[in-house]
Protein backbone atom coordinates (compact mmCIF):
# COMPACT_ATOMS: atom_id res chain seq x y z
CA UNK A 1 0.00 0.00 0.00
CA UNK A 2 3.01 2.56 0.88
CA UNK A 3 4.29 1.60 -2.86
CA UNK A 4 1.27 3.58 -4.33
CA UNK A 5 2.85 7.20 -4.63
CA UNK A 6 -0.39 8.63 -3.18
CA UNK A 7 -0.87 6.46 -0.43
CA UNK A 8 0.47 8.18 2.70
CA UNK A 9 0.96 6.58 6.23
CA UNK A 10 -2.42 8.00 7.18
CA UNK A 11 -4.07 6.42 4.67
CA UNK A 12 -2.34 3.24 5.08
CA UNK A 13 -3.36 3.23 8.68
CA UNK A 14 -7.07 3.79 7.67
CA UNK A 15 -6.86 0.63 5.64
CA UNK A 16 -5.20 -1.04 8.82
CA UNK A 17 -8.22 0.19 11.35
CA UNK A 18 -10.80 -1.49 8.74
CA UNK A 19 -8.86 -4.61 8.93
CA UNK A 20 -8.49 -4.38 12.81
CA UNK A 21 -12.27 -4.09 12.69
CA UNK A 22 -12.93 -6.52 10.42
CA UNK A 23 -10.92 -8.98 12.60
CA UNK A 24 -12.61 -7.78 16.01
CA UNK A 25 -16.13 -8.36 14.14
CA UNK A 26 -14.69 -12.11 13.15
CA UNK A 27 -14.41 -13.02 16.79
CA UNK A 28 -17.37 -11.72 17.85
CA UNK A 29 -19.61 -13.39 15.21
CA UNK A 30 -17.65 -16.82 15.80
CA UNK A 31 -15.94 -17.04 12.68
CA UNK A 32 -12.15 -16.43 14.10
CA UNK A 33 -11.21 -17.82 17.29
CA UNK A 34 -8.88 -15.76 20.09
CA UNK A 35 -6.02 -17.61 18.98
CA UNK A 36 -6.50 -17.10 15.42
CA UNK A 37 -6.20 -13.30 16.16
CA UNK A 38 -3.55 -10.97 15.06
CA UNK A 39 -2.56 -8.18 16.18
CA UNK A 40 -2.48 -4.95 13.77
CA UNK A 41 0.05 -2.44 14.31
CA UNK A 42 -0.41 1.17 12.73
CA UNK A 43 2.38 2.95 10.82
CA UNK A 44 4.25 5.73 12.89
CA UNK A 45 2.57 8.98 10.97
CA UNK A 46 4.87 11.82 12.33
CA UNK A 47 3.35 14.47 14.05
CA UNK A 48 2.05 16.73 10.94
CA UNK A 49 0.44 14.01 9.40
CA UNK A 50 -2.83 15.48 10.95
CA UNK A 51 -3.79 19.35 11.70
CA UNK A 52 -6.39 21.07 12.66
CA UNK A 53 -7.97 23.45 9.96
CA UNK A 54 -8.41 27.09 10.07
CA UNK A 55 -11.37 28.41 10.25
CA UNK A 56 -10.68 30.04 7.01
CA UNK A 57 -9.93 27.03 5.57
CA UNK A 58 -12.86 25.51 6.97
CA UNK A 59 -15.07 28.27 5.04
CA UNK A 60 -12.87 27.54 1.45
CA UNK A 61 -13.49 24.02 2.21
CA UNK A 62 -17.29 24.01 2.81
CA UNK A 63 -17.85 26.94 -0.11
CA UNK A 64 -16.44 24.00 -2.97
CA UNK A 65 -17.72 20.62 -0.90
CA UNK A 66 -20.51 18.45 -2.26
CA UNK A 67 -23.79 18.53 -0.16
CA UNK A 68 -23.62 14.78 1.59
CA UNK A 69 -19.39 15.84 2.21
CA UNK A 70 -20.58 19.54 3.77
CA UNK A 71 -22.80 17.96 5.98
CA UNK A 72 -20.47 15.49 6.94
CA UNK A 73 -17.68 17.49 7.25
CA UNK A 74 -19.80 20.20 9.55
CA UNK A 75 -20.98 16.89 11.98
CA UNK A 76 -17.07 15.38 12.01
CA UNK A 77 -16.13 19.11 13.08
CA UNK A 78 -18.01 19.42 15.34
CA UNK A 79 -18.61 16.09 17.08
CA UNK A 80 -15.39 14.72 16.92
CA UNK A 81 -16.74 11.64 15.09
CA UNK A 82 -14.74 8.77 13.54
CA UNK A 83 -15.48 8.47 9.91
CA UNK A 84 -16.37 4.68 10.66
CA UNK A 85 -18.66 6.41 13.25
CA UNK A 86 -20.30 8.51 11.03
CA UNK A 87 -20.99 7.29 7.76
CA UNK A 88 -22.49 4.30 9.10
CA UNK A 89 -24.76 6.16 11.54
CA UNK A 90 -28.09 5.26 11.91
CA UNK A 91 -31.11 7.92 13.01
CA UNK A 92 -32.21 5.60 16.08
CA UNK A 93 -29.00 6.96 17.44
CA UNK A 94 -29.83 10.67 16.56
CA UNK A 95 -31.45 12.36 19.55
CA UNK A 96 -32.96 15.53 18.11
CA UNK A 97 -34.82 16.71 21.39
CA UNK A 98 -33.72 19.75 23.34
CA UNK A 99 -32.85 18.79 27.25
CA UNK A 100 -31.07 21.02 29.82
CA UNK A 101 -28.13 19.14 29.95
CA UNK A 102 -28.16 18.85 25.74
CA UNK A 103 -30.05 22.02 24.54
CA UNK A 104 -29.45 20.93 20.60
CA UNK A 105 -29.89 17.23 21.06
CA UNK A 106 -27.11 14.83 20.89
CA UNK A 107 -25.88 11.65 19.01
CA UNK A 108 -25.48 8.53 20.73
CA UNK A 109 -22.22 6.52 19.65
CA UNK A 110 -22.69 2.48 19.91
CA UNK A 111 -19.02 1.75 18.86
CA UNK A 112 -19.16 -1.38 16.83
CA UNK A 113 -16.26 -3.13 16.88
CA UNK A 114 -14.28 -0.60 19.01
CA UNK A 115 -13.23 -0.79 22.41
CA UNK A 116 -15.79 0.00 25.37
CA UNK A 117 -14.27 3.67 25.36
CA UNK A 118 -15.79 4.42 22.24
CA UNK A 119 -19.35 3.62 23.21
CA UNK A 120 -20.52 7.30 24.15
CA UNK A 121 -22.78 10.57 23.88
CA UNK A 122 -21.52 13.62 22.32
CA UNK A 123 -24.02 16.80 22.62
CA UNK A 124 -24.56 18.39 19.22
CA UNK A 125 -23.85 22.11 17.95
CA UNK A 126 -26.88 24.16 16.98
CA UNK A 127 -24.66 24.22 13.37
CA UNK A 128 -24.75 20.15 13.47
CA UNK A 129 -27.96 20.09 15.02
CA UNK A 130 -29.60 22.41 12.21
CA UNK A 131 -27.55 19.99 9.51
CA UNK A 132 -29.45 16.41 11.35
CA UNK A 133 -32.81 18.28 11.33
CA UNK A 134 -32.36 19.39 7.64
CA UNK A 135 -31.32 15.77 6.53
CA UNK A 136 -33.89 14.14 8.55
CA UNK A 137 -37.26 16.14 7.15
CA UNK A 138 -35.74 15.88 3.47
CA UNK A 139 -35.51 11.62 4.74
CA UNK A 140 -39.39 12.18 5.66
CA UNK A 141 -40.19 13.42 2.45
CA UNK A 142 -38.16 10.93 0.47
CA UNK A 143 -40.22 7.39 -1.35
CA UNK A 144 -37.80 5.60 0.74
CA UNK A 145 -36.68 6.55 3.95
CA UNK A 146 -33.46 4.65 5.00
CA UNK A 147 -32.36 4.22 8.52
CA UNK A 148 -28.99 5.73 7.69
CA UNK A 149 -28.33 9.33 7.96
CA UNK A 150 -25.89 9.08 5.22
CA UNK A 151 -28.22 6.89 3.07
CA UNK A 152 -26.00 5.19 -0.29
CA UNK A 153 -27.01 3.14 -2.89
CA UNK A 154 -24.54 0.87 -1.98
CA UNK A 155 -25.12 -3.12 -0.20
CA UNK A 156 -24.42 -1.32 3.30
CA UNK A 157 -27.10 0.69 2.65
CA UNK A 158 -24.78 3.42 3.53
CA UNK A 159 -22.04 5.95 2.61
CA UNK A 160 -19.01 3.99 3.08
CA UNK A 161 -16.43 6.92 2.07
CA UNK A 162 -16.22 10.86 1.05
CA UNK A 163 -12.62 10.26 0.38
CA UNK A 164 -13.42 11.43 -3.89
CA UNK A 165 -15.21 14.43 -2.68
CA UNK A 166 -13.30 15.14 -0.47
CA UNK A 167 -10.03 15.52 -2.58
CA UNK A 168 -11.99 17.34 -5.01
CA UNK A 169 -13.13 19.95 -2.71
CA UNK A 170 -9.33 20.59 -1.32
CA UNK A 171 -8.42 21.05 -4.72
CA UNK A 172 -11.20 23.33 -5.75
CA UNK A 173 -10.66 25.41 -2.92
CA UNK A 174 -6.87 25.63 -3.45
CA UNK A 175 -6.09 23.71 0.29
CA UNK A 176 -3.08 22.45 1.34
CA UNK A 177 -3.78 18.41 0.89
CA UNK A 178 -5.26 16.93 4.20
CA UNK A 179 -7.24 13.62 5.50
CA UNK A 180 -10.83 13.98 6.25
CA UNK A 181 -9.98 12.95 9.18
CA UNK A 182 -8.75 16.39 10.24
CA UNK A 183 -12.34 17.31 10.78
CA UNK A 184 -12.20 14.90 14.34
CA UNK A 185 -8.66 16.61 14.90
CA UNK A 186 -10.06 19.75 14.17
CA UNK A 187 -12.84 19.03 16.91
CA UNK A 188 -10.65 17.78 19.75
CA UNK A 189 -7.86 20.75 19.07
CA UNK A 190 -10.42 23.51 18.95
CA UNK A 191 -12.50 21.95 22.01
CA UNK A 192 -9.40 22.11 23.70
CA UNK A 193 -8.84 25.72 23.13
CA UNK A 194 -12.18 26.70 24.20
CA UNK A 195 -11.12 25.17 27.59
CA UNK A 196 -12.28 21.19 27.32
CA UNK A 197 -9.99 19.44 29.78
CA UNK A 198 -8.54 16.52 28.34
CA UNK A 199 -10.11 14.07 30.75
CA UNK A 200 -13.99 15.10 29.26
CA UNK A 201 -12.72 15.61 25.99
CA UNK A 202 -11.30 11.73 26.14
CA UNK A 203 -14.62 10.40 26.74
CA UNK A 204 -16.22 13.18 24.40
CA UNK A 205 -13.80 11.49 21.46
CA UNK A 206 -14.11 7.77 22.45
CA UNK A 207 -10.92 7.30 23.72
CA UNK A 208 -9.54 4.84 25.89
CA UNK A 209 -6.82 7.09 28.00
CA UNK A 210 -6.22 11.12 28.22
CA UNK A 211 -2.95 10.64 27.37
CA UNK A 212 -4.22 9.16 24.25
CA UNK A 213 -6.19 12.36 23.23
CA UNK A 214 -3.51 14.66 24.45
CA UNK A 215 -0.82 12.99 22.05
CA UNK A 216 -2.49 12.74 19.39
CA UNK A 217 -5.63 14.71 18.64
CA UNK A 218 -4.89 17.74 20.57
CA UNK A 219 -2.71 20.54 18.73
CA UNK A 220 -2.81 23.62 19.98
CA UNK A 221 -1.75 26.56 18.07
CA UNK A 222 1.21 28.78 18.97
CA UNK A 223 -1.00 31.84 19.03
CA UNK A 224 -3.38 30.44 21.67
CA UNK A 225 -0.55 29.32 23.91
CA UNK A 226 1.06 33.11 23.32
CA UNK A 227 -2.69 34.59 24.35
CA UNK A 228 -2.66 32.08 27.40
CA UNK A 229 0.86 33.06 28.61
CA UNK A 230 -0.22 37.01 28.16
Excluded at 16 to 42: C, F, H, P, Q, S
Excluded at 86 to 91: K, R
Excluded at 145 to 154: E, I, K, N, R
Aim: with cysteine.
Amino acid sequence: RLEVPKNSPVTVNGDLRTLRRVLKLAMKWGRLKADEAVAINELPEGPSARRALSPKEEQQYLRHASANLRDAAIITCDSGLRPEELLPLLWANVDLVSRAETPNGVLHVRGEGKSDAAIRSVPLTPRAQDVLQRRWKAAEAGMKQSPYVFSGSGKTGHLISVQHPHEQAIKKAKLKPFEFYCWRHTFGTRAAMAGVDKFALCKLMGHSSPSVTERYYVHVTTEHVAAGFE
